[in-house]
Nanobody
């Protein structure tokens, strides 16, 4: 069973940058899609950025467009999220997700139900 491990979270001041990484425990060549979600205390988990691994599409939440960039190191199957110009409202637990295998049902890159593998999360805290 694939495990996803997030890293790179931390505490920064507003305007700062962080780069998150999502490292799978094994080859994810069969991954259909991968994404980053975030969840703030008392709020729902929402999609931040996502991609189809065949390159057919990407998604960015309106709140992060122009500030966050998602990329993938295909040789290492690592998914990155470069976060620039961070704001206090970006404070949340950030989760990596992957849709792997034939059981995946695509409800769209921003929908949690489209993914069947999740990491444990990495905390991002932005102070004003």
């Amino acid at each position: 069973q694939v495990k996803l491990v997030e890293s790179g979270g931390g505490s920064v001041q507003a305007g700062g940058s962080l780069r998150l990484a999502c490292t799978p425990s094994e080859d994810t060549d069969s991954a259909y899609s991968m994404a980053w979600f975030r969840q703030a205390p008392g709020k729902e988990r929402v999609g931040v950025a996502g991609l189809y691994t065949d390159g057919s599409g990407t998604y960015y939440a309106d709140s992060v467009k122009g500030r966050f960039t998602m990329s993938q190191d295909n040789s290492k199957n690592i998914l990155y999220l470069q976060m620039n110009s961070l704001k206090p409202e970006d404070t949340a637990m950030y989760y990596c997700a992957a849709g792997i295998g034939s059981e995946v049902v695509d409800y769209g890159l921003a929908t949690p139900q489209s993914y069947n593998y999740w990491g444990q999360g990495t905390q991002v805290t932005v102070s004003s």
